[in-house]
């Protein structure tokens, strides 16, 4: 029953922006936090950013700190990450991702993904 459903991935050109977002279903989002993964080819899923419940608390991997920003509007029941200044090394494809830890850390356990959202940073 529960979905989460990424979109506004794409093709852009590297020190552009892009905006992904995730919608939620099936779930009472304003209990869980929220996080964003991404996989390069070949490799495995990696942190990129994760939101507490009511936004209180943020994490961010260091390779995407001070161009990445995550947000959540429990309203609507979608978590969005907004990317500055995109690198070619950030192309990968994007996840989203539900816990039901309080302090969303890297660490946490994420019990629902997405199915993705491809992001390709061209030179």
């Known amino acids: 029953q529960v979905q989460l459903v990424e979109s506004g991935g794409g093709l852009v050109q590297a020190g552009t922006s892009l905006r992904l977002s995730c919608a939620a279903s099936?779930?009472?989002?304003?209990?869980?936090?929220m996080g964003w993964f991404r996989q390069f080819p070949g490799k495995d899923r990696e942190f990129v950013a994760s939101?507490?419940?009511?936004?209180?608390?943020?994490y961010y991997a260091d390779s995407v700190k001070g161009r990445f920003t995550i947000s959540r509007d429990n309203a609507e029941n979608t978590v969005y990450l907004q990317m500055n200044s995109l690198k070619p090394e950030d192309t990968a494809v994007y996840y989203c991702a539900a816990s039901r830890a309080l302090l969303p850390t890297p660490a946490s356990a994420y019990v629902y993904w997405g199915l993705g959202t491809h992001v390709t940073v061209s030179s």
């Open positions: 099936g779930l009472t989002f304003s209990l869980y936090a």
């Open positions: 939101i507490g419940r009511r936004s209180d608390s943020t």
